[in-house]
Every structure is written in structure tokens, then in C-alpha cells.
T-cell receptor, first 111, second 113 residues
Framework: QKEVEQDPGPLSVPEGAIVSLNCTYS??????FMWYRQYSRKGPELLMY????GNKEDGRFTAQVDKSSKYISLFIRDSQPSDSATYLC???????????FGAGTRLTVKP | DGGITQSPKYLFRKEGQNVTLSCEQN?????MYWYRQDPGQGLRLIYY???????QKGDIAEGYSVSREKKESFPLTVTSAQKNPTAFYLC????????????FGEGSRLTVL
């Protein structure tokens, strides 16, 4: 079993839809949780960063962490074609050296 | 503009050849990392360095080597010992070894012919 599981998709939604992206994990020591966005043939860029359980909102993006269920989510409201990318979840127990990434979910938002 | 520059963007190599991928950063970050990205798999850590003249193996270091002679530079050599080198290679940096934002370069795609 992988330490971090993420449905690779692909996921296709119409413009304006609410998108839900998820990851599950097995290591209860993870306490730092991140979402990165990666456009085609580019490097990932940080979208959201949360520590421990709870919600965090930034504009159209909301990150949720449920440590009791070992489940994290990223919600995108009013999705735009420019949101079309691969979204990677990442998590770590202590520091960047131990960070684990999901395989990424490929999202397409159609105009 | 501050950031990470990787070169070359695309590279073709014959079997049995070593190849070196360049990574330069002007963010004044102490920590630098090399990851490998394959379809259907998460990023996997090859090597990392917290400080000049020091580096540590990651999860998949076999067949790779690195150096950190300058703070700004962290080149990766893919040796002929790496059995499946065709992949997308990403260099990243962070301000410290503690968990914080990783800044990634645009990647280098290596294809072995």
C-alpha cells in the first residue's frame, strides 16, 4: 500500500463547477499537508499549506484536513479553465526531507 | 526575478552514458532537492542538501550522484548505473530543512535512447 493515495483522474468539469480533490494516507505521523498545482511541462507551485487538522481558505480554494480519517481535500469553487492542471497532494511528519507526494490528479475545466 | 533554473529542458542520452542536469537558484535558500517524477507515481526524492558541501541520499539515490560546492548550485549526475533513467527531473529549494514551501524549477526531461 502506498503511503499516500491520490486518484489520478482524469477529472473533467464545466467552467463554474465546484471541484473536489482528495488524498488518503496511512502514516499517522504526517502533520504538515500541502497542495501543489503543476501545469503541463512545468514545475509544481504551492497552492495551500496547512498544519494538523482543520480548514484553510484562500480565495476560491479551500483545503481540509481530517487526521482522524487520514483524509485531505482541496475544493475549488467557481472553477476556471486556467485551473486546468495536475494537482499534487504532499505531506510530511517533520520536515521537507520526509515529504511524501501523491501521484497527482489531472483536472480539466472546460469553457 | 528570483527562482530556480534547470537546464537542459530536454535531454537525450544513449545507454551507458552519464549525463549531468544543472540546477541553479538565486533565492538564497539553504536547502536544495532533486526529485524524479514518473507517470502514475508521486515525486520521489533522489538527493537533498541542507548546506554547502553536505548532501544526503533520498529514497531512490542508486545510480545518481550530486555535489554542492556552492550554495546556488546543486547539479545531478545520472550515471550509467541507473537502470531506468528516462523520467522528468525536478530540482527544488527551500529556505530551510524544516517543512516549508518548496520552490521548484521547470524540470528536465531525460530520455534514454
Amino acid at each position: 500500500q502506498k503511503e499516500v493515495e491520490q486518484d489520478p483522474g482524469p477529472l473533467s468539469v464545466p467552467e463554474g463547477a465546484i471541484v473536489s480533490l482528495n488524498c488518503t494516507y496511512s502514516n499517522s505521523a504526517f502533520q504538515y499537508f500541502m497542495w501543489y498545482r503543476q501545469y503541463s511541462r512545468k514545475g509544481p507551485e504551492l497552492l495551500m499549506y496547512t498544519y494538523s487538522s482543520g480548514n484553510k481558505e484562500d480565495g476560491r480554494f479551500t483545503a481540509q484536513v481530517d487526521k482522524s480519517s487520514k483524509y485531505i481535500s482541496l475544493f475549488i469553487r467557481d472553477s476556471q479553465p486556467s485551473d486546468s492542471a495536475t494537482y499534487l497532494c504532499a505531506m510530511s511528519p517533520y520536515n521537507n526531507n520526509d515529504m511524501r507526494f501523491g501521484a497527482g490528479t489531472r483536472l480539466t475545466v472546460k469553457p | 526575478d528570483g527562482g530556480i533554473t534547470q537546464s537542459p529542458k530536454y535531454l537525450f542520452r544513449k545507454e551507458g552514458q552519464n549525463v549531468t542536469l544543472s540546477c541553479e537558484q538565486n533565492l538564497n535558500h539553504d536547502a536544495m532537492y532533486w526529485y524524479r517524477q514518473d507517470p502514475g507515481q508521486g515525486l520521489r526524492l533522489i538527493y537533498y542538501s541542507q548546506i554547502v558541501n553536505d548532501f544526503q541520499k533520498g529514497d531512490i539515490a542508486e545510480g545518481y550522484s550530486v555535489s554542492r560546492e556552492k550554495k546556488e548550485s546543486f547539479p545531478l549526475t545520472v550515471t550509467s548505473a541507473q537502470k531506468n533513467p528516462t523520467a522528468f527531473y525536478l530540482c527544488a529549494s527551500s529556505a530551510g530543512g524544516d517543512t516549508g514551501e518548496l520552490f521548484f524549477g521547470e524540470g528536465s526531461r531525460l530520455t534514454v535512447l
